[in-house]
């Protein structure tokens, strides 16, 4: 039996300085030893083929499998080892003899990076449901200067479907003013709902500063991601009690509990 548990992570360790003509840094987070191959001025059009390639023909599970995919449709390529649990960084670069200082005018024909993510080993790749993992990557460039970010990430499942990845917003409080404050109906209903869930706004704690604590009760931890919105900020006890998003409105139509409450248990710190 495959396990569902994504094998890999990868994230941008210098998204400030990051350009086309210094590179970039990528961090990397693996469960299993990998390889990390770089595709330079990747084609926009022969990508998405490729991604609906992997639906419909063939499994792209390795880097030379992508490449037939993409027919050489890129400017260049450079591929690293990455040990499992090793949270490398890598620098990357394009060489100098290229001398390529931008990708074009919007809207673009080549992506400035496109990063596959695989496992080095065979039979890893029989184990895990995704078997390789897909990140689009916008670099500023002397034409297109927007700061570097991760545009698109795609797992691919070796039972030929693939998912893109979306960013989830946490709660975070700080001490900042807020843009603006709620009208008095809106203080009214989220009164309302406190005491539906038992709660009086004198049982309200102060949050600290970047705390993961519920926006509602303020005590327990974090963990519900309500769709479409993808705002993360109920915990278990009051996610029950909204059929929309208390930090935007939007009616919720479905959430997911990020972990167990297993999980949670085995993550408190134990006291003696």
């Not at 792209?60 to 450079?78: C, F, G, K, V």
């Not at 090793?86 to 080549?110: A, M, N, W």
């Amino acid at each position: 039996m495959r396990q569902v548990k994504n094998p890999f992570g990868l994230e941008i360790t210098n998204p400030s300085t990051a350009s086309i003509t210094t590179g970039i840094t990528l961090t990397t987070d693996c469960l299993e030893d990998s390889r990390l191959t770089c595709y330079w001025g990747c084609s926009v059009q022969k990508l998405y083929e490729a991604l609906q390639k992997h639906v419909y023909c063939f499994r792209i599970s390795t880097p030379q499998a992508l490449e037939d995919a993409l027919y050489s449709e890129y400017l260049y390529q450079e591929q690293y080892f990455i040990k499992k649990d090793s949270k490398e960084e890598i620098y990357c670069q394009l060489p100098r003899d290229t001398k390529i200082e931008d990708f074009g005018t919007v809207p673009r024909s080549r992506y400035p990076l496109v990063a596959l993510l695989t496992l080095a080993d065979e039979d890893d790749r029989e184990i895990y449901d995704i078997i390789s993992m897909v990140s689009v990557i916008h670099i500023p460039d002397k034409t297109y200067k927007l700061p570097c970010r991760i545009l698109y990430q795609y797992l691919l499942l070796a039972q030929g479907q693939f998912h893109d990845l979306k960013q989830l917003f946490m709660s975070a409080n700080n001490n900042s003013t807020p843009s603006s404050s709620p009208s008095p109906e809106e203080k009214n209903a989220d009164r309302s709902l406190l005491e539906k869930a038992g709660l009086s706004e004198g049982d309200v704690e102060p949050l600290e500063e970047n705390s993961k604590d519920c926006v509602v009760c303020q005590n327990g931890s974090v963990n519900w991601v309500l769709l479409p919105c993808r705002h993360t900020c109920l915990c278990d006890s009051c996610v029950r009690y909204f059929q929309q998003c208390p930090m935007c409105r939007q009616f919720v139509q479905e959430s997911f509990a990020l972990c167990s409450q297993k999980e949670q248990d085995r993550d408190k710190p134990k006291t003696l």
